[in-house]
């Protein structure tokens, strides 16, 4: 390589790599690093005092740190195997509606669907939060039409988890729906053709042809999803502040409250890494279950 | 074939009405709680407090969306967000630009390790991050400051992998012969690959505008509190707190109307470059 060419790579790539360096991967090692300190984040890293697995034993413990810490895990692992098992068939579904050509209204529907994505979340959960009003709110009096007692959604530590799910469900389905057309039009339409030609019904196509073949595209989704509800974090700061009696107190909510708002630093850094072992294993198992085995199938 | 059309042809034409039906019911419903939204901010109070409630507002009006103004500074708030997010984007498409040129036609020792790291922090959740970054921005001097909401974010793996997607597109001997002719690096980048790639910058933009102009978490942290700074989706969050309960439903849905506005005006414009980019990027990548 030449001198210029050696100069033109550097210049090119410095910008965007030195600013994720900066602003990603040295709080990532920062915090992994600070999990194992006792430190307050409204003082300099020098104050950080070596503790280590002090703050893991904390979270594991008996105290009420682990049993709060406990509790966000526990309420984010439920709301995220929630968002992925109704937005994973939601998505395939809205996305078989979206791609046929047979009835007119697909594009329609991909819009609509897709526009709730662009919305901020922050308005989503104010928008929510009002029609979710056990009193003066749509949804109760919509069920009432259909003889479904009133719910009490989100005052309600039975139902307030259940109900950030299915508004997160709504705002983010469009995307997934998209990334599902993506992979419909993937799939050749000689296998369709070959199927019909064998007297296959749609039912055994979809089962036979077309969810084999979304095998990939629902594994990134189901990745993304993933990655996306461990995310939540303004309908719980907004609306619920946690509550009611805790049962919508999540990861993101937690760390924020006891990292930044209680500024302890290290034990707040040691829930991070905790939460970002846990994805990894997450993932790592959906890679494992979902991963095209090539010639098995 | 003709005699068989008679018996075919309904049944077919019934099953697309059906189809069509459904379709349409779906996208009602999905389009349902921001039509609400819309209709809600145009009620009067009384209206909003109704049991049971009333969906179409009897003498639809403004005086919401005038009485929010008179609560948080909106013309300052959208000015803020208007500023995070026309920076942050434009940096975003430039450094993707730069990046995504490298990884996609430049060979150099270490490349695709580079290309594997970066990729990595797309898919970590912001908060992973969020403490020690609070701190380094504190250091930086950027804290209660709108610059410490957009400094850090003036960069991501995720343009940078859209980038080289496309880039890895464009023949190899449109660079080159700019090459012979002499031409600088950034002259070949600004003036030959990016207008080739137009419909990626068109989905980088969408996706950073809306992304920045949306996020919540890093800004509600960084600023610490200091409302001038307050881009409109934490000056919306301070509406609910202003008047809790059905009185200020109005005021909350004029609000939320408001913030939602910039995004989904972008996303009519652009639709069809974002939905490609993600065929692009989800499927192929």
């Known amino acids: 390589m030449t001198g210029r060419q050696t100069r033109s790579t550097i210049g090119m790539l410095a910008p965007a790599t030195g600013l994720i360096a900066i602003f990603v991967l040295v709080p990532m090692v920062l915090t992994i690093g600070l999990s194992f300190t006792q430190w307050s984040t409204q003082t300099g890293f020098e104050t950080a005092s070596f503790v280590g697995l002090a703050n893991f034993a904390d979270l594991l413990g008996p105290t009420s740190i682990g049993r709060d810490f406990r509790a966000a895990f526990a309420n984010t692992a439920i709301y995220t195997a929630l968002s992925v098992v109704l937005i994973l068939p939601l998505s395939v579904m809205l996305g078989l509606l979206v791609h046929q050509t047979f009835a007119p209204g697909g594009i329609l529907l991909r819009t609509v669907l897709f526009s709730s994505y662009m919305v901020p979340m922050i308005a989503v959960a104010l928008v929510w939060s009002k029609l979710y009003s056990p009193t003066e709110g749509p949804i109760n009096q919509m069920l009432g039409w259909v003889g479904i007692p009133p719910q009490t959604w989100l005052s309600s530590p039975r139902t307030a988890l259940v109900s950030i799910v299915l508004l997160n469900v709504w705002q983010q389905v469009g995307y997934f729906t998209v990334l599902a057309v993506a992979g419909l039009t993937q799939i050749p339409r000689s296998l369709y053709e070959a199927a019909l030609v064998d007297g296959a019904s749609a039912w055994m196509q979809f089962w036979r042809i077309t969810l084999p073949l979304l095998r990939n595209t629902l594994l990134f989704s189901a990745v993304i999803a993933v990655i996306n509800a461990v995310q939540v974090f303004e309908p719980v700061a907004l609306i619920t502040q946690g509550g009611p009696v805790n049962s919508t107190n999540v990861m993101t909510y937690h760390i924020r409250r006891v990292g930044i708002e209680r500024a302890q630093g290290g034990l707040g850094s040691a829930m991070a890494v905790t939460l970002m072992l846990s994805l990894i294993v997450v993932i790592v198992l959906l890679f494992t279950l979902l991963r095209d085995r090539g010639e098995q199938r | ?285």
Do not use: C
Not at chain 2, 237 to 245: A, D, E, I, T, V
């Open chain 2, 1 to 285: 074939m003709s005699s068989m059309r008679p018996y075919r042809r309904h049944p077919r034409t019934w099953r697309r009405g059906a189809l069509t039906v459904v379709i349409l019911a779906i996208a009602v419903a999905a389009a349902f709680p921001l039509v609400w939204m819309v209709l809600s901010s145009l009620k009067t109070p009384e209206e909003s407090m109704q049991v049971p409630p009333v969906w179409w507002p009897g003498s639809p009006n403004l005086n919401a969306f005038t009485e929010v103004a008179g609560v948080v500074n909106l013309g300052r708030s959208f000015v803020n967000s208007a500023f995070i997010a026309l920076v942050t984007t434009v940096a975003i498409v430039v450094t993707s630009l730069m990046a995504g040129y490298a990884f996609a036609k430049y060979r150099f020792k270490g490349r695709d390790w580079l290309f594997a790291v970066l990729i990595a922090t797309m898919f970590l959740p912001p908060i992973v991050t969020l403490i020690p970054l609070y701190r380094l921005t504190g250091y930086l001097g950027l804290n209660a400051n709108l610059l410490g909401v957009v400094v850090p974010n003036l960069a991501n793996a995720f343009g940078i992998f859209l980038m080289r997607q496309y880039i890895k597109g464009v023949p190899d001997d449109l660079i080159d012969a700019a090459r012979v002719d002499g031409a600088s690096e950034f002259l070949i980048l600004f003036k030959i690959v990016a207008p080739s790639v137009l419909p990626a910058i068109a989905a980088l933009t969408l996706f950073a505008f809306v992304y920045h102009w949306n996020s919540y978490l890093w800004p509600l942290t960084v600023l610490q509190g200091n409302t001038d700074q307050y881009p409109i989706v934490i000056s919306l969050s301070r509406l609910l707190s202003y008047n809790r309960g059905a009185m200020n439903t109005g005021l909350v849905m004029a609000g939320a109307t408001l913030a939602v506005l910039p995004p989904v005006i972008l996303f009519v414009f652009l639709q069809r470059f974002f939905v490609d980019s993600i065929v692009a990027t989800g499927v192929k990548g």
